[in-house]
């Protein structure tokens, strides 16, 4: 059951990033009430997919990465980044729901501009670093 949780948490990022770009559409298109619906699916999946990493983490403390040379550097580079911003994201996802949902649409769109680039980013890098992790064969 754990060692399927990468998997999982893979799925769960790409799908977070669909949802966030499809609710980037939706806004554009000032189709409100399915915008709001499409953020909340992203906030539902992407709080399973911490759920699912913290437990994955908590039973399996780290993965070493098995490339190397240039790749290593590569892997890195996309992985750091992934870190900070997920964590920096956190309570910039928090205001920018809260914001919405207390009507404080100025406030919540000015946080916005930023959230969802940093958050679309975080989901996709999500996939590439698994992707790098447990599904090319390095050896």
């Known amino acids: 059951m754990i060692e399927s949780l990468p998997a999982v948490n893979a799925t769960l ?6 949802l966030l770009a499809v609710g980037w559409v ?3 298109q ?5 915008h709001r619906n499409c953020m909340i699916a992203a906030l539902v999946v992407s709080a399973l997919f911490l759920s699912c990493y913290l ?3 908590v039973n399996h403390l780290s993965t070493s990465f098995p ?5 290593r550097t ?19 996802i ?9 009507g404080q649409i100025d406030r919540h769109r000015g946080l916005a501009r930023w ?6 980013y975080v989901s996709v890098t999500g996939v590439v670093v698994y992707v790098m992790l447990y599904r090319i064969p390095w050896s």
């Open 13 to 18: 990022n790409a799908i977070a990033a669909v």
């Open 26 to 28: 939706l806004i554009k």
């Open 30 to 34: 000032k189709r409100i009430i399915a």
């Open 55 to 57: 437990v994955y983490h």
């Open 67 to 71: 490339g190397t040379g240039v790749w």
């Open 74 to 92: 590569i892997y890195f580079a996309v992985l750091v980044p992934h870190i900070i911003l997920a964590i920096v994201m956190l309570p910039m």
């Open 94 to 102: 928090f205001l920018t729901f809260l914001w919405a949902f207390r």
């Open 115 to 120: 959230t969802l680039p940093i958050w679309l």
